[in-house]
């Protein structure tokens, strides 16, 4: 064990001391010994006993903790605050620009338990509330935490969606030839994406010697159908080399998911790629309709095509009105009027405005008589910008117990009513089906908002039952919202065939804090898309008269 080993003991044990408050002095003690132990010149491993004690600064204490590092390889005392700290809040320790006393803060005040849920809170506007963070430490946090997250190399689809397509254009003009394209998760608009594959029809020598001058692609590995590469340091990029004539076999190859693509080769044995143009030609050659790239996830798929049942499904344009919405009452940056005038010029006809509940203080939520306040403003911008219409809603609370936060009175002042829950998230799945069941059936419940509270890349959600969930929605009428924010994607998109043979409404929602993220809806459409959601089933794609029937019909059951 060596001298920086060593420190790095004692600098751990000094900043986990903080973030449990525990006592300041020799937390600055042992962080003082970090550095000192970091300048020796002399390799402590080497000393007798006697002599580490004789180290000017290094007393009894410390001489015997350093002693136990040497001998056991730990220290018991920072053992014991390691398995009392989440693994998240260790992983917080490597963010820059927040140190331990904010984490502290951050973990125990803001109930925040790892780097993903501190990531959205930033983008929430949470971490302003408290004292310490202003808007520049929020906007620092934020950076390095995207950082931070590019190295360990999974990314958001949205993250790398212009990426992507960007690198499609820049290998078809490096390789002279248009028939490269993206493959794998990619192509399939998986939520998350680890790499980014792409078929290049030349052999490896040539791929090879193409890159070689690249100084953003660093070479990672080989096998004997692909080269790995690392991008700008950030995510990987996989490259199958090919023969010209068996490109479009090798794109269809890699595509589809492997269940998806051993389920055709087994039904259609035949089919001569030699004599195939374009991808469409390989469904055309077995007879089925064409399948798109995003619908290559289960075998299932190819019996709809046979049968020619593929609906034409949703489109980001078939989003008519902004459902699920924050303002500055709650924890959004713009006014109503902003968010309304933001709508119009994109072409919805109506907005769903729905900040926060009162239970969420955290958030700002409105208190009653802000309700009433809110109210007014809305009434007073509906004449204003007639016909475009600001629908009253709010995103309540689903309380511990499964009630709305607000007594019956208030919740029928509310054109609609989105129910999430925001609060107790660790529960098992009894627990969330209590509350959720109960929410889903309370009679002012409108739509069920985020249903496992999950956030990709970092919380699991809490565990349901979702047909039970999506059984109850049916019977009280209760929408399900897909929340279309690139970190929720929540329902998740392999629950939603389940829900659409039950009939049941769905509601591609943004859930934006801000003007530039009503374009979240486009990725709640594309992974609507990937389960054959049509225009029909969603919600957000009633126009304006279309939607106050809807909600008419609501009120009236
Ligand atoms: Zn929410
Ligand atoms: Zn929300």
Redesign the pocket.
Known sequence: MNNKEIAHQFSLLSKLMDIHGENSFKSTTYSVTAYKIGQLTVDLQTLSEENIFKINGIGETIGKKILEILSTGKLKILEDLISKTPDGILEMLKIKGIGPKKISLIWKEMGIENIGELLYACNENRLLLYKGFGKKTQQNVIESIEFYLKQQGSFLFAQVETLGADLEIFLQKLFSSKEIKSTGDFARHAETVDMLEYVIPFSSKVILEKFEPLEEFEFLEKNEESILYKYNDGIKIKIYFTEKNSLLKKLFETTGSAAFVSAFEIKFPAIDFQKINNEKEIFEQAQIQYIAPYLRENESVIEVAEKHQIPQVIEPGDIKGII?C?SNWSDGVNTLEQLAKACIKSGKEYLVI?D?SKAASYAQGLNESQIKEQHLLVDELNEKLNPFKIFKSI?SDILNDGSLDYSNSVLSTFDLV?A?VHSNLKMNEDKAMMRLLKAIENPYTTIL??MTGRLLLSRKGFPVDYKKIIDACVANNVVIEINAHPRRLDMRWQWISYALSKNVLLSIDP?A?SIPEFDNTRYGVLVAQKAMVTKRNNLSSFTLNEFENFLKRKQSI
Do not use: K, M, T, V
């Open positions: 699920h924050h729905s926060h995103e989105i999430s908002g985020h859930d804090h």
